[in-house]
């Protein structure tokens, strides 16, 4: 590891899984008063051991250079091994064992299994074996953590490339976890924040929190293209950084204080000249949106966040269509008195956000009127024919999508491929053509007359029954 700068320096602790900040402005400071070498480091967690890390390095005329690392474990049971052959103990450490060095700089992801396969070699050329049932005991509680996290990751329907990247971090002991995905939308995407914490006391992970955002950026149709974000770094010199998320990248943007520039393509040597751009700034201030840009550029943000317990609450996809416009069936909603009852639920977009910063939500319980299975029963769709498809087409409405359904034309006799939606405030459906467009209802139903039976009847329950809005955001 060779190195010009700091700022370099601390780019290469991060790849390797050390904090940067063991770059601290003291340690600037002692470097700039030496000659010739110096030392960094400080104490990781890993599979709930601690480990203190010194790296060696000497200052040439071209820079830094890494020369080795020494390891030692924190552990009272380690102390006084008689491992003098591994280097000497750390000043004032007594709880440490003996040290053990490595001449390449070795990644912190393999650093616990390096160390201890260095420690046990040192053990047996002793005859004398080292014990590791205390590491296999906090690996076994990690795991117990893992398998607990992935049945709650999957019952909130996180998506799996997300489920796999949290273990990955979790089997290395971040402290504070925070992924970023992206789920598929009406129209172009939404970006998920996935939010997890390690206990103080214990190797257990909770997964406490999901947030939410959409914009009305449209997606971006060229293959390989991303949003591209440039201007000068604290060195004066050009950098670009590369999003998927257009909110991310426009929350990247409006933050920044200098020249910068806002766009769209692919981050090569030969396709950078051919970008899209869609925004600059000068000195900070905005000076020029692209036109077909602008709307999505000075909209807000519409964002929401879900807080979950052990697995409880409503799902990403649930809340995903909520954030669309949609309503959700949950039959576990807890009431501000810990009871559980069934209800629809519905964003209120046109309310002031509670004192958390999230939309308040309308619900619609069981004494409402609105009967998803009874109104879907007074249409020709085929998925109703069998009990399976009909339980998977509730399913799918309940969670707030809107599925493709076969409805048989009325008046042509005629097979329809629909998208159908549940409408719980009006207590009826909506259809759309795959394209989008609505449809009057009215002109699919099987009979006019069942259908004015059936609205007769939904304004006698709704004359008997109020709204239920005693449901907690859960």
């Avoid at 019952?155 to 796999?164: C, D, F, N, S």
């Avoid at 504070?176 to 190797?203: C, H, N, P, Y």
Wanted: hydrophobic share 35%; aromatic share 10%.
């Amino acid at each position: 590891m060779k190195v010009g700068n700091f700022d370099a320096l601390r780019g290469a602790l991060e790849n390797k899984g050390y904090p940067s900040d063991w770059v601290s402005q003291e340690l600037i400071l002692e470097i700039q008063r030496e000659t010739e070498s110096f030392s960094l480091g400080g104490k990781v967690l890993e599979r709930g051991q601690q480990l203190k890390v010194q790296m060696d390095f000497s200052i040439t005329g071209r820079g830094m250079a890494f020369k080795e690392m020494h390891v030692q474990l924190s552990n009272s049971n380690f102390a006084g091994l008689g491992l003098s052959g591994l280097g000497k103990d750390y000043a004032g450490m007594a709880a440490f064992s003996g040290r053990v060095s490595f001449s390449e700089c070795v990644d912190r992801s393999s650093l616990l299994d390096s160390l201890l396969k260095e420690l046990d070699q040192a053990r047996k050329a002793q005859g004398e074996p080292m014990e590791l049932n205390q590491y296999k005991n906090e690996y076994i509680m990690n795991k117990n953590s893992l398998e607990n996290f992935r049945i709650e990751a999957k019952a909130l329907k996180i998506p799996e490339g997300m489920i796999k990247a949290a273990e990955g971090l979790m089997e290395k002991g971040v402290d504070k976890i925070e992924l970023f995905g992206q789920l598929e939308a009406d129209r172009g995407k939404l970006d998920l924040t996935v939010l997890m914490k390690k206990s103080g006391q214990s190797e257990y992970y909770y997964l406490n929190r999901f947030e939410l955002a959409k914009s009305n950026a449209r997606p971006l149709e060229k293959e390989g293209h991303q949003y591209l974000v440039s201007g000068p770094d604290e060195n004066g010199e050009l950098k670009t950084k590369r999003f998927d998320s257009a909110i991310q990248a426009m929350d990247f943007f409006k933050a920044q204080k200098t020249d910068f520039e806002l766009a769209t393509g692919k981050f090569s040597d030969k396709d950078i000249a051919f970008r899209d751009v869609l925004a600059t700034m000068k000195d900070g201030k905005i000076d020029y949106v692209q036109k077909e840009f602008r709307t999505t550029f000075y909209s807000p943000v519409i964002r929401n966040a879900h807080y979950v317990d052990r697995g409880k609450g409503f799902s990403v996809e649930q809340a995903a269509n909520m954030l669309q416009g949609r309503a959700v069936f949950r039959e576990n909603m807890v009431s501000r008195a810990g009871e559980e009852y069934k209800a629809w639920s519905q964003y209120q977009f046109d309310q002031p956000k509670d004192r958390y910063g999230n939309y308040t939500m309308k619900q619609y319980g069981e004494g409402y009127g609105f009967d998803l299975k009874k109104e879907l029963s007074a249409y020709p769709i085929k998925e109703l024919d069998k009990k399976e498809s009909l339980e998977k087409l509730v399913s799918e409405m309940q969670n707030g999508n809107k599925p493709v359904v076969t409805l048989v034309s009325p008046v042509s006799g005629e097979e329809l491929k629909l998208r159908v939606e549940a409408v719980p405030r009006y207590t009826n459906l909506n259809f759309f053509e795959l394209g989008g467009k609505p449809l009057k209802r009215e002109e699919l139903q099987k009979d006019q007359g069942q259908s004015q039976s059936l609205m007769e009847e939904k304004g006698k329950n709704k004359g008997k029954s109020q709204q239920q809005d005693n449901g907690l955001n859960m």
